[in-house]
């Protein structure tokens, strides 16, 4: 099996280099080689691939900058993912492509189904949403994972950013009423692999895939610090001393969703997985983190 992987670089990206690699050959292409924003450069590397399998985990995730950069993130999010499902649907390969919470606009009380009705607040959110309905429309065999809250110990993140903060700061103020579910982008390459090892054409689609369980920013902050401080990380802004604020405290260009919780049924009842809980990948998220110490500064 060939695979062609897009944004190999970023945090679902760098793990499904290692993921996908018991299956079939992996051709990885960073932005460097495969830059989204560039259509004609796009298309000359997915016909030069002849992949199998077009896994595509690049994309535009610069939720607020969004707001002023619309065309960017239209044409990454949304018109290069157009143009992967048609090429997807000319060769007859399987184009495999992530998604996000964001479609939603957070109102529903329970978490959310693959078949709610989105409603997406924010620029970005419109653009990925514009990117699942091209694959949709295009007849293109795919797979569409939505996830959220991602995390993994490179690149840009939340616990990343924490931990820098807690290091430095007396206190850390922190959301309390925005609900979800931090996934690793480990669990979701794993997700990935497995769902390509036992897919047939009737498990094709759309699936929701998270960490089980829920926590609020704050609640997220709060254990990421007490298992850092359990392995000896010398921090300023201990768990007690992360405040909980609410959202209308913390304004941002882009209006997150309070509820981000999304139910993962379907994709564990497709492929036969059991999803470990929310907190559960952040131990070797610790393990992992590259070139840092428990007292770096």
Request: hydrophobic residues 45%; without cysteine; charged residues 25%.
């Amino acid at each position: 099996m060939k695979i062609l992987l897009l944004g190999a670089n970023g945090q679902v990206g760098w793990e499904l280099q290692r993921s996908l690699a018991a299956l079939g050959d992996v051709m990885a292409h960073g932005r460097a080689t495969a830059d989204l924003a560039d259509l004609d450069a796009l298309r000359d590397v997915v016909r030069a691939a002849k992949a199998d399998v077009i896994a595509n985990a690049a994309a535009y995730t610069a939720v607020d900058k969004a707001e002023s950069e619309p065309e960017l993130a239209m044409l990454i999010n949304a018109t290069a993912v157009g143009l992967l499902a048609e090429e997807a649907k000319r060769s007859n390969a399987l184009l495999i492509h992530y998604s996000t919470d964001y479609v939603f606009d957070g109102t529903k009380t329970a978490p959310y189904v693959e078949t709610d009705v989105a409603n997406p607040l924010s620029l970005y959110g419109r653009s990925k949403y514009a990117g699942e309905e091209a694959v949709r429309a295009s007849g293109a065999r795919h797979l569409i994972f939505r996830t959220s809250w991602v995390y993994a110990p490179r690149g840009h993140n939340f616990p990343r950013t924490m931990l820098k903060f807690a290091r430095t700061r007396d206190e850390l103020r922190v959301v309390d009423d925005q609900i979800g579910a931090p996934t690793s982008a480990e669990l979701i390459a794993d997700v990935t692999a497995q769902a390509l090892h036992r897919l047939s054409d009737d498990k094709l689609g759309t699936y929701h895939v998270t960490a089980t369980g829920a926590a609020s920013w704050h609640a997220y902050a709060q254990r990421l610090l007490q298992l850092a401080v359990a392995r000896g990380y010398v921090l300023k802004s201990t768990p007690d001393r992360v405040k909980a604020i609410p959202t209308v405290d913390y304004p941002t260009p882009a209006k997150r969703i309070a509820n981000s919780r999304l139910a993962t049924d379907k994709v564990r009842a497709a492929f036969e997985l059991a999803l470990p809980r929310w907190d559960a990948g952040l131990d070797r998220f610790l393990d992992e983190l590259p070139q840092e110490s428990p007292t770096a500064s």
